[in-house]
């Protein structure tokens, strides 16, 4: 069987995502058929937009959010230098068709984790790990229908990424902080509508980032110095709407807020 045309893949799903419009699923000709070809795409996506990767998602970290998507486990995607937002930031939602709010523990990688043969231990990627972050990712989809077109297509299309809104590094100490017991409060437009806890990520963000760093280095080139990467949604997604106000509460880490356009 040819090897698909990765090139040709990437040029379609930018085009839709440029243009807020949606395929049934990748051409033949161009899908990829496993997860190491989902990720060889979306480095293609990443090379042809034009913007350079500013850090990671991990999708689908919790068992529900696998079951939502039909998939088997997490999945990998690059976030955008173009798609990243401080916080506070006005997020378009425009065709969005995911339309939800996700809150995320954020981690910013001070040294590189390059490709090796053996796994990273927990110990070794979060001493790579220089600083915390809150945000509050808005994904969405190049496909009809995301729930049907597989764990590699999805990862060829960025693990759904769309805008992140990143908040500064947590000033307070945070290495103590059990991260997966820390409770996590979404709201719209001042009203509470989802909590949490890091323990919806692997268990504990911590264990996300260690899968996140191996996967990185098995499948993407490993992991740059000044790279973060989201760990997934402590709370059930929040639905949006344009002229909506989201904020999360992390409690004793601080809170992260935008305005949805």
Not at 33 to 40: C, I, L, V
Not at 65 to 85: A, E, F, T, Y
Not at 115 to 141: M, N
Not at 190 to 212: I, S
């Amino acid at each position: 069987m040819a090897q698909p045309d990765f090139t040709a893949a990437a040029g379609l799903l930018l085009g839709n995502w440029s243009a807020t419009t949606r395929i049934a699923a990748l051409p033949d000709a161009m899908r990829p058929r496993s997860r190491a070809e989902g990720y060889e795409a979306a480095a293609a996506v990443a090379r042809q937009s034009g913007s350079t990767v500013a850090g990671w998602k991990i999708a689908a970290t919790s068992e529900a959010g696998q079951k939502h998507i039909n998939v088997d486990g997490p999945l990998i995607g690059r976030i955008l230098q173009s798609r990243l937002m401080a916080a506070g930031a006005s997020v378009p939602l425009g065709g969005n068709i995911m339309r939800v709010a996700e809150a995320e523990f954020a981690f910013g990688f001070t040294r590189d984790l390059p490709p090796r043969t053996l796994p990273y231990s927990q110990d070794e990627a979060i001493d790579a790990v220089g600083s915390l972050h809150l945000s509050i990712e808005v994904p969405d989809s190049r496909y009809q229908d995301f729930t049907k077109v597989g764990a590699a297509q999805l990862i060829a299309d960025t693990a759904c990424a769309c805008w992140l809104v990143l908040g500064p590094a947590v000033t307070m100490p945070w290495r103590h902080v059990n991260l997966s017991e820390h409770a996590v409060k979404g709201a719209r437009n001042g009203k509470l509508v989802a909590e949490g806890t890091g323990k919806a990520v692997l268990g504990d963000p911590r264990k996300a980032l260690t899968w996140f760093v191996n996967e990185a280095s098995t499948y993407c080139g490993g992991v740059k110095a000044g790279q973060f990467v989201t760990t997934g949604t402590c709370i059930i997604p929040m639905a949006i709407e344009p002229g909506d106000e989201v904020s999360v509460d992390y409690g004793e880490l601080g809170a992260i807020t935008c305005r949805i356009a």
